[in-house]
Each structure stands twice: as C-alpha cells, then as structure tokens.
C-alpha cells in the first residue's frame, strides 16, 4: 500500500533554476492537492484538481504551474525558483472534493 | 478574517487531563471540517472529521461543530506524551481545503 508517493524527498535549487515535484497516488481519488508549510504557516493551497482534467489555483498559485499527468499523478513544476519558495511541500490525495485528505512524505525544497 | 483561525499555542496540559483545542472558519457555506495531527517532521494524518452540527466520538477524541456560531473543536481526554503534536484545523471552500496554521500541543508528564 504506497497511497501517495512524491519525489524527490529532499532538492536543494539555485534562484532561476526550475523543477518538476512528482507525485502520484494508487488509491484511484479523483482529487489532488498540491500544499505548501513554511514555519508557523499551517499548510497552504498552491493548486488543486478536483477530478482528472481540471486544476484550479488555490491560495498562493504565483510562481507555480502544476499538470494532472492522468488520474494517478500531478505534478507541480516551478519554473524559475526563488528563495521565497523555499518551504516543505506535500502532495495530497482525496477520494473526492472536499473529503479527508491522505498525505506524500513531503518534499524539503531549499533556494538559495 | 483569516478562513480558518486557530490558536497557535503552545497548549500546556498535564498528562490525563482534557485537551481542549479550538477553530473558527468564516465560510458560512463549509460543510466539511477535519482535525489533522502532525508531528514534527512528519506529514498531516486525519484523526478526526465531521459534517453535521454536535457532537463526534472516536476513542478518545471528540469533535464539536457548531455552524450558526462557525466554530469547530477537538477534545483530547486523557492527554498521553504521545498525544504531543500540531494538531491542524482543516475546512472546505467550494471545493477545496482549507487549513489553518495549528495549534502545538504539550502534553506535561
């Protein structure tokens, strides 16, 4: 029982450079989260799909493009990295809108 | 108004004691509200969700919701060390999550 899978675990980026956080789930949801926590910050919407071929920006989109691959993975892309943008990031799944949430393992991301 | 405020602690409480943790949401329109316990470098697992007004036991948790007053709590009896996390408040907008920054638990031996 995976449940949700994200990768890396850990990216340490220079500003300007870009990448893509993979996550995919195997318990067939339709709704995927993307989340960002930085310290004292609760966890904040970047972008969500609330069923296969939608997404929507959540709370704090800016700097920030996700893809919903199929109905397993989504995927969040920063395509020029900034120092503000380091945080922990969790990829979540529901099984639908506005259901109880299973979390990834998080992605430590640093810029420097 | 922040959508969903909680207390950021830390809340003290000695070991076997009742832990009181509360929420206020300003979407008048949520429906669905969830407790999520996280510890430190871990990820959010839901320990608790309700939908209707009153009260929701599970163990030794209980969940209050009261809509006309937009409030949303989490009773912890018999406080354990273990029982020592984050513990967020989570509510939905539309068709989204949202959280709140969470209140820190510190359950005394």
């Known amino acids: 029982n995976a449940g949700v899978t994200q990768t890396p675990k850990f990216q340490v980026l220079k500003t300007g450079q870009s990448m893509t956080l993979q996550c995919a789930q195997d318990?067939?949801?339709?709704?995927m989260y993307w989340y960002r926590q930085d310290p004292g910050m609760g966890l904040r919407l970047i972008y969500y799909s609330a069923s296969e071929g939608t997404t929507d920006k959540g709370e704090v989109p800016n700097g920030y493009n996700v893809s919903r691959l199929n109905k397993r993975e989504f995927s969040l892309r920063l395509e020029s990295a900034a120092p503000s943008q380091t945080s922990v990031y969790f990829c979540?799944?529901?099984?639908?809108?506005?259901?109880?949430?299973?979390f990834g393992s998080g992605t430590q991301l640093s810029v420097l | 108004q922040k959508e969903v405020e909680q207390n950021s602690g830390p809340l003290s409480v000695p070991e076997g004691a009742i832990a009181s943790l509360n929420c206020t949401y300003s979407d008048r329109g949520s429906q669905s509200f969830f407790w999520y316990r996280q510890y430190s470098g871990k990820s959010p697992e839901l320990i608790m969700f309700?939908?209707?007004?009153g009260d929701k036991e599970d163990g030794r948790f209980t969940a209050q919701l009261n809509k006309a007053s937009q409030y949303v709590s989490l009773l912890i009896r018999d406080s354990q060390p273990s029982d020592s996390a984050t513990y967020l408040c989570a509510v939905n907008r539309d068709d989204k999550i949202i959280f709140g920054k969470g209140t820190r638990l510190h359950i005394l031996p």
């Open positions: 318990m067939n949801h339709n709704s």
């Open positions: 309700i939908y209707s007004n």
């Open positions: 979540a799944s529901s099984e639908g809108a506005n259901e109880k949430l299973f």
